[in-house]
């Protein structure tokens, strides 16, 4: 099993540009989830879906948009990238809510000039 | 709101020194917590969980963790820390209802000197 991974690792985007952050889990897992990873600040919640067909807003999602292409994949979309959203994102899967333990993927490390 | 503080931001020891990393959370509710571990260049692993029972779990690679209800803590500790355990380690809290409401902490990046 690969677990959960990641596309692309790096990415650098003018501001105004727009891009798609992919991935996947092979766990056969429900709950899909995307972070973002700041220095001094933790992992902050994005979007997650709890179920194939569901997506949910979390602490912050300004500047995104989700899909829940299928149950293996949860893709995250920045329509126009700004410098705030320079950051690392995370995917993170669960087998479902009651499980409460997350796998993460590896990140992806993007940049915004 | 709910929330996740890590205090101890940047913890540097040398090899065998004793390691307790505080977490303190504020929620009213029943809770879950997780102690999660990210090594340099890595993605972001389970250390520990707890979820009820013994207050006291184990975690992988000889980490421990303690939950007192009293004082919204959930601090982990290990007796005596590797070089290899540099890395960053994050506290979670998920109320007892709904995972999707995980919180982490800021982080603590612990560097070992050898």
């Known amino acids: 099993n690969a677990g959960v991974t990641q596309t692309p690792k790096f990415q650098v985007l003018k501001t105004g540009q727009s891009m798609t952050l992919q991935c996947a889990q092979d766990m056969n897992h429900n709950s899909m989830y995307w972070y973002r990873q700041d220095p001094g600040m933790g992992l902050r919640l994005i979007y997650y879906?709890?179920?194939?067909?569901?997506?949910d807003k979390g602490e912050v999602p300004n500047g995104y948009n989700v899909s829940r292409l299928n149950k293996r994949e949860f893709s995250l979309r920045l329509e126009s990238a700004a410098p705030s959203q320079t950051s690392v994102y995370f995917c993170a899967s669960m087998l479902s809510e009651g499980s409460q333990e997350q796998y993460f993927g590896p990140g992806t490390r993007l940049t915004v000039l | 709101a709910q929330s996740v503080s890590q205090h101890n931001h940047h913890v540097i020891l040398s090899e065998a020194a004793s390691l307790e990393l505080g977490c303190n959370y504020s929620y009213g509710g029943t809770v879950n917590l997780f102690w999660y571990v990210q090594y340099p260049g890595q993605h972001l692993q389970l250390l520990l969980k707890y979820f009820s029972g013994d207050p006291l779990v184990k975690g992988i690679k000889g980490f421990e963790a303690e939950f007192i209800k009293s004082k919204f803590s959930f601090n982990l500790r290990k007796p005596s820390v590797q070089w290899s355990d540099t890395a960053e380690y994050f506290c979670?809290?998920?109320?007892?209802?709904?995972?999707?409401?995980?919180?982490f902490g800021s982080g603590t990046r612990l560097s070992i000197r050898p």
């Open positions: 879906s709890a179920s194939e067909g569901t997506t």
């Open positions: 979670a809290v998920t109320p007892y209802s709904s995972a999707s409401k995980i919180i």
